[in-house]
């Protein structure tokens, strides 16, 4: 039997500490909602499980001076949801992050978890790309900062080094006319993995949209930030002809496979589907975010 | 429509075992643990189809904490002969086989070798360390391509039975079976209308929240203990019996709580290990499957082709029906195909029929009962085609059904004549429902489907206790799944005239009370019911007697009445009446203890008929099937405890619906299983479904006292058409093969977009 | 290696146990504990069976390792009637017959009363997706759910404690 050890680090040093003596056979415990479930399969076999959630940057939210915010890695997909001004701002990054699982999965999963497990269904994944976020990762050279999309780097694999942690992910400050939102494809209504999963990020000014950002999961081995996409919608006023535009964008950006989850045909036409549905709704929080620009 | 009045019949009364269930007490398959228990873990084939040319077990056994390692050779031979097992039947020969390979692997999840050790994590390490060479060989999944010539052959001795003359050459088709009545092809002669269509449906699991789990002892004078979660102790005994060649009554079976079964555990595969292991190792042994486990290597329910082929008459008179339908038995021969086919056409009475199907095995896990086995499969190639036949036809699909009715009188295809039957009534009911009535939601479509199941009878032994306090414990050994203990005390209080809270109804070992066949077949209600009614009838025929003595007359002079013994006429004298508690008090001086028996087969067992009504959304975009409102209607003979009866409809179309919609066994290339997990296997959550809406009709069975008709395996019937038909009519694409899953509707949708768009 | 020594509450009451790291909770719950109440349907967060509270916290506690539970407090179903007297929710389920066979029952009443801790007025479907994490398989969940809204409107009556 090999002996496993756990170690619940009270500071990043030792976190990383304990990262570097277990020689690559390390595994960092936020939730431990994919973690024990791939330990329980076999397909996985840490040496020492570092739980970091003693650690109070990686457990808390912070609104920053600039208006962004810092979610800590390890903050539960349920507090995030509590979080009034972070929903506020950024609802479809807090929604994706409250569709990772059931409401028991919601008490221990994180956003930093979902991130770091590299899946290119991963729900909050998208909406952070489409978000702009920045991820904040810890190691033995200190800090470095990489924007979500260039995280992931294949399916279970990112761009960690060894001893390497992830703290937090910082979301930039909110344009006045911005809203977002994200949108996934499941079989059923809750408790799957998306087949699709599109997140969009949009700001308006007077109804033209002027930036825009898209993400989209579950259509190749990591999930994609889209700019045809975006490009299509930025300068439009958001009419059918540029929502054609981008939800082709989307679907030529698929490189799916046929899996028991959904078709290469059912995938690439859902990620148009979405990329549409999605704007639509990121559209109306954008407008219904301008002080008195209701329509 | 029973016109009786009953005092407790009928309502709804807390369960005995509700106190227990709602705090965490009540002990489940994987609760019971002994001092010294090892635990059991097993080795199984990666591989779908394998000769299994050695297995070394050398360093596994050495292993530090292991106990035990049993492969085939530690369980005997058995002869090739069939016994009942629920409602299937099962080959000996088979059963050993699939418990525990012997020649080849037939599934990828056959057991090989099975460990006991000292902790999980030995045991977990111990199975690794078993070396199995396997030579693999070709492998068939599918049921159409495992019919075909050069398919690959699982079983070199299977010869198709039924055909004539007996074919030489060796088949995956185990067997061919023919229902006929009339002249089919005089019929379709006859016909103005006719429509035929072939379906496919993919096997789906059972999926009880519970996985299977067992505790074995063997002690060293030979005598046998096992706790299981299963829906029939007493065929866990009895296979424990034939399969380890120990004396019967050697072996007593507890069963557990249940933790759902639906047919599922009606068959072995832990307990005959744990035995085994048990002798071995002079230990108590503990097993318990993973999930992955449960679907890899127990149930499921069959996949199988339909071909359905209706002629009517103009004015919706069906005149000929002629179906086809080859069934997946797994591994071993052994499919529903029998209840299939006399279910396809149970429900209408139809002059011309003939249905043929096809027993068929092929590399998949040996199916199990699944709630109605067999009959949901052919259900929805019928209820599909005849939802077509309405639609061709103009014709108000209950109006169709209700013109070609079964009732009373009615002969089958299958041979039986109907006695009373309450299809006709169960149509009314559906036409007078609020849902059927309620206008359709913009947005939203009608479908509607109906569903035959036969219900059992058989074995049941029961006995009542009565108390020196008077209050009575009524004994039996059905596994109560789903409320049943309630509705034998309702029964038993009923049949005394006490109050239920005087009655308990407990479930007894394999040793304590009589043979009991399984918890299925919706026969506990009915048959072991009866059982306790009789049991209770018993008690109270001595009751009488003991009245009779303390008043000094003949028992014929006593009657039994609001629970209280009473002269039966002023001839026999004037005596106040003896109530339950007072004869139970002088019980010592009048002769004894006062308890009653009963031992049955019982007959007569009323077959039940289900319309489910659904009203679904379906998003062009994506596929996706939104259920609005879903109403199941169903004569149930009478409703003993009607909240049980209601969850029994709710259940069971809430099954139905996931085999609709969602559910699949999805096999690799490679033919293993990909969605061995709840995540991928997709039984219904809560937020997919409506408030399931029941209607109740009564048409008691008159060959049960209080015409009880088993309830419980009806409701899965329906709702695979149920659902298609309401999706044909919302898009206008029939979908003719299951799951109706997002994906699949999309591509049907997309496909038949620029017919649509012609019309 | 050495087991952990862990020190936790479980149900108000300190508990101490010995787990190795990869123990789950339940594992401990169901073992040394002996609280089998908690129920294990999947293994893998899937089915909602071995629902526990931590710190108030709805979790599925096979997706949790014992040696976390330092320090924290855990409710499990064993906690949930008062002495001799069941919590509302046991006795409308019992009342409503929204068990069968009672296996996911522990699991359902757990998250149950984790929502109305929260929420009394929740509308029928935020109970259906609150717990769309608890599989059930006998019911088709009609009763479960008109047993949770009708505890909620007591509760809001002030019928229900």
């Known amino acids: 039997m090999s002996d496993i050890r756990y170690v619940a680090a009270e500071s990043l040093d030792e976190a990383v500490k304990a990262m570097l003596a277990a020689g690559g056979q390390g595994k960092i415990l936020a939730g431990g909602?994919?973690?024990?479930?791939?330990?329980?399969?076999?397909?996985?076999?840490?040496?020492?499980?570092?739980?970091?959630?003693?650690?109070?940057?990686?457990?808390q939210i912070v609104e920053l001076p600039d208006g962004g915010f810092r979610i800590g890695a390890a903050v539960s997909g349920a507090v995030i949801g509590e979080h009034r001004k972070l929903a506020a701002a950024w609802p479809g990054v807090v929604e994706a992050v409250n569709l990772i699982g059931s409401k028991q999965v919601q008490g221990r999963a994180s956003a930093g978890g979902n991130l770091c497990n590299s899946s290119p269904a991963a729900d909050s994944v998208p909406a952070l790309v489409a978000a702009g976020a920045k991820v904040v990762?810890?190691?033995?050279?200190?800090?470095?900062?990489?924007?979500?999309?260039?995280?992931?780097?294949?399916?279970?694999?990112?761009?960690?080094?060894?001893?390497?942690?992830?703290?937090?992910?910082?979301?930039?400050?909110?344009?006045?006319?911005?809203?977002?939102?994200?949108?996934?494809?499941?079989?059923?209504t809750e408790m799957d993995i998306a087949v699709v999963g599109v997140g969009v990020s949009l700001t308006l000014k007077d109804g033209v949209c002027t930036a825009a950002r898209v993400g989209l999961g579950a259509v190749a081995p990591t999930v994609l930030l889209v700019e045809d996409a975006a490009k299509a919608l930025i300068g439009s006023k958001l009419d059918d002809a540029a929502l054609e535009k981008a939800a082709a964008a989307c679907s030529a950006a698929c490189k799916p496979i046929n899996d028991k989850r959904g078709t290469i045909a059912y995938r690439t036409k859902i990620a148009g589907v979405l990329l549409k549905r999605a704007t639509a709704i990121a559209a109306r929080r954008a407008t219904s975010n301008v002080p008195g620009g209701m329509h | 429509m029973t016109g009786q009045v009953y005092k407790w019949i009928g309502t709804r009364p807390n369960r005995p075992d509700g106190a227990d269930k709602v705090t965490g007490?009540?002990?489940?398959?994987?609760?019971?643990?002994?001092?010294?228990?090892?635990?059991?873990?097993?080795?199984?084939?990666?591989?779908?189809?394998?000769?299994?040319?050695?297995?070394?077990?050398?360093?596994?056994?050495?292993?530090?904490?292991?106990?035990?390692?049993?492969?085939?050779?530690?369980?005997?031979?058995?002869?090739?002969?069939?016994?009942?097992?629920?409602?299937?039947?099962?080959?000996?020969?088979?059963?050993?086989?699939?418990?525990?390979?012997?020649?080849?692997?037939?599934?990828?999840?056959?057991?090989?070798?099975?460990?006991?050790?000292?902790?999980?994590?030995?045991?977990?390490?111990?199975?690794?360390?078993?070396?199995?060479?396997?030579?693999?060989?070709?492998?068939?999944?599918?049921?159409?391509?495992?019919?075909?010539?050069?398919?690959?052959?699982?079983?070199?001795?299977?010869?198709?039975?039924?055909?004539?003359?007996?074919?030489?050459?060796?088949?995956?088709?185990?067997?061919?079976?023919?229902?006929?009545?009339?002249?089919?092809?005089?019929?379709?002669?006859?016909?103005?209308?006719?429509?035929?269509?072939?379906?496919?449906?993919?096997?789906?699991?059972?999926?009880?929240?519970?996985?299977?789990?067992?505790?074995?002892?063997?002690?060293?004078?030979?005598?046998?203990?096992?706790?299981?979660?299963?829906?029939?102790?007493?065929?866990?005994?009895?296979?424990?019996?034939?399969?380890?060649?120990?004396?019967?009554?050697?072996?007593?079976?507890?069963?557990?709580?249940?933790?759902g079964g639906f047919g599922g555990k009606t068959v072995v595969y832990l307990e005959p290990v744990a035995v085994r292991l048990s002798q071995k190792t002079g230990k108590p042994v503990k097993m318990v499957m993973t999930r992955e486990e449960v679907f890899r290597a127990s149930g499921p329910a069959p996949g199988g082709t339909v071909k359905v082929k209706l002629g009517a008459k103009r004015d919706g008179r069906i005149v000929a029906a002629d179906i086809t339908i080859a069934l997946q038995a797994g591994a071993f021969p052994g499919s529903p195909i029998g209840p299939a086919c006399w279910c396809s056409m149970a429900c209408y009475d139809v002059d011309n029929i003939r249905v043929v199907g096809f027993d068929v095995v092929s590399n998949r896990p040996k199916v199990a009962a699944y709630r109605a086995p067999g009959a949901p499969i052919s259900a929805f190639g019928v209820e599909s085609t005849i939802d077509m036949l309405a639609q061709e036809l103009g014709m108000d699909p209950i109006e169709l059904r209700l013109k070609n009715a079964a009732q009373k009188g009615t002969k089958t295809h299958y041979g039986p004549t109907f006695d009373r039957i309450g299809f006709i009534e169960t149509l009314e009911a559906a036409r007078n429902s609020a849902h059927w009535k309620s206008p359709v939601k913009p947005g939203y479509a009608r479908g509607l489907a109906a569903g035959f199941w036969f219900n059992v009878g058989a074995d049941s032994s029961a006995a009542a206790h009565v108390a020196e306090?008077?209050?009575?414990?009524?004994?039996?050994?059905?596994?109560?799944?789903?409320?049943?203990?309630?509705?034998?005390?309702?029964?038993?209080?009923?049949?005394?005239?006490?109050d239920y809270d005087k009655v308990r109804a407990i479930i007894a070992d394999t040793s304590s009370v009589g043979f009991n066949f399984v918890t299925g077949g919706s026969r506990v209600t009915f048959a072991t019911g009866l059982a306790v009614v009789n049991a209770t009838k018993d008690a109270i025929r001595e009751l009488k007697v003991r009245a009779a003595k303390i008043w000094g007359v003949d028992p014929e002079g006593v009657v039994w009445e609001g629970g209280q013994a009473r002269p039966a006429g002023h001839n026999v004298g004037e005596f106040e009446p003896l109530s339950l508690a007072e004869i139970a008090a002088q019980a010592g001086k009048t002769g004894g203890p006062i308890n009653g028996h009963a031992q049955l087969n019982a007959q007569g067992a009323g077959p039940g008929f289900g319309v489910h009504i659904a009203d679904v959304k379906v998003d062009p975009d994506t596929g996706g099937v939104t259920i609005g409102r879903y109403t199941a209607v169903q004569d149930v003979g009478t409703a003993i405890h009607p909240g049980y009866v209601e969850g029994q409809l709710q259940g069971g179309a809430v099954q139905g619906i996931g085999w609709a919609l969602n559910e699949e066994y999805i096999y690799n290339a490679r033919g293993r299983l990909d969605n061995p997990g709840f995540l991928d296997y997709r039984i219904p959550v809560a937020s997919d479904l409506p408030m399931i809406e029941t209607v109740l009709v009564e048409v008691p069975n008159p060959h049960h006292p209080y015409g009880v008709r088993g309830v419980g395996e009806v409701p899965i019937v329906p709702p695979l058409a149920t659902i298609a038909n309401a999706v044909a009519r919302a898009t206008g694409v029939r979908m003719t093969d299951l799951p109706i899953s997002p994906p699949r509707l999309s591509a049907a949708l997309d496909a038949a977009m620029p017919r649509l768009a012609a019309e | 290696m050495a087991k952990f020594h862990v020190t936790t509450t479980v149900n108000g009451e300190e508990v101490e146990f010995l787990c190795d790291a990869q123990d789950s909770m339940?594992?401990?719950?169901?073992?040394?504990?002996?609280?089998?109440?908690?129920?294990?349907?999947?293994?893998?967060?899937?089915?909602?069976?071995?629902?526990?509270?931590?710190?108030?916290?709805?979790?599925?506690?096979?997706?949790?390792?014992?040696?976390?539970?330092?320090?924290?407090?855990?409710?499990?179903?064993?906690?949930?009637?008062q002495g001799d007297r069941l919590h509302p929710l046991q006795e409308k389920f019992i009342e409503l017959a929204a068990l069968q066979c009672g296996i996911c029952t522990p699991g359902f009443l757990v998250a149950a009363k984790a929502l109305l801790d929260r929420n009394t007025n929740p509308t029928e479907t935020e109970v259906r997706y609150w717990l769309a994490g608890n599989l059930c398989r006998c019911t088709g969940y009609d009763k479960i759910i008109r047993a949770v809204m009708d505890v909620a409107a007591d509760m809001r009556k002030g019928v229900a404690a």
């Open chain 1, 33 to 59: 909602t994919d973690l024990l479930v791939q330990m329980r399969s076999g397909a996985q076999n840490p040496g020492t499980i570092v739980d970091v959630k003693k650690i109070d940057e990686v457990m």
């Open chain 3, 26 to 81: 339940l594992d401990v719950l169901r073992g040394p504990l002996g609280l089998t109440g908690s129920k294990e349907g999947c293994g893998s967060g899937d089915c909602g069976a071995c629902s526990i509270t931590v710190d108030g916290r709805l979790v599925c506690s096979c997706l949790m390792l014992a040696a976390e539970a330092q320090g924290h407090s855990i409710g499990t179903i064993e906690g949930m009637a």
């Open chain 1, 137 to 188: 990762i810890q190691g033995p050279n200190g800090r470095r900062e990489v924007p979500v999309e260039a995280f992931p780097t294949g399916p279970g694999r990112n761009c960690l080094a060894p001893g390497e942690l992830v703290v937090s992910l910082t979301l930039p400050p909110r344009p006045p006319g911005s809203g977002d939102a994200y949108l996934r494809l499941i079989p059923r």
């Open chain 2, 25 to 259: 007490r009540a002990r489940f398959g994987a609760d019971f643990n002994m001092p010294g228990q090892l635990v059991g873990r097993v080795l199984r084939s990666p591989h779908p189809h394998a000769r299994i040319v050695s297995i070394d077990i050398g360093a596994a056994a050495a292993l530090p904490g292991v106990k035990a390692v049993v492969t085939a050779a530690d369980f005997p031979e058995q002869e090739n002969i069939v016994v009942p097992a629920g409602e299937m039947q099962v080959n000996l020969r088979d059963v050993t086989r699939n418990i525990m390979a012997r020649e080849k692997v037939l599934y990828e999840g056959h057991p090989v070798a099975a460990v006991a050790a000292t902790t999980d994590a030995v045991a977990k390490q111990a199975v690794a360390l078993i070396k199995v060479v396997y030579e693999e060989l070709p492998h068939v999944i599918d049921v159409a391509a495992a019919m075909q010539d050069g398919a690959p052959i699982l079983h070199d001795h299977i010869r198709t039975e039924g055909v004539q003359p007996a074919p030489t050459k060796a088949s995956n088709i185990a067997k061919r079976v023919e229902n006929l009545k009339g002249d089919v092809a005089r019929g379709f002669a006859e016909a103005e209308v006719i429509i035929e269509r072939s379906y496919t449906t993919q096997p789906v699991h059972q999926a009880y929240i519970e996985p299977h789990a067992c505790l074995a002892s063997a002690a060293e004078d030979g005598q046998v203990q096992v706790w299981t979660t299963t829906q029939g102790h007493f065929q866990v005994r009895g296979f424990c019996s034939r399969l380890l060649n120990i004396e019967t009554s050697q072996i007593r079976v507890t069963p557990s709580e249940i933790g």
């Open chain 2, 469 to 498: 306090d008077g209050t009575v414990t009524v004994i039996s050994g059905n596994p109560d799944i789903g409320g049943s203990r309630a509705s034998l005390a309702l029964m038993a209080a009923e049949e005394l005239g006490v």
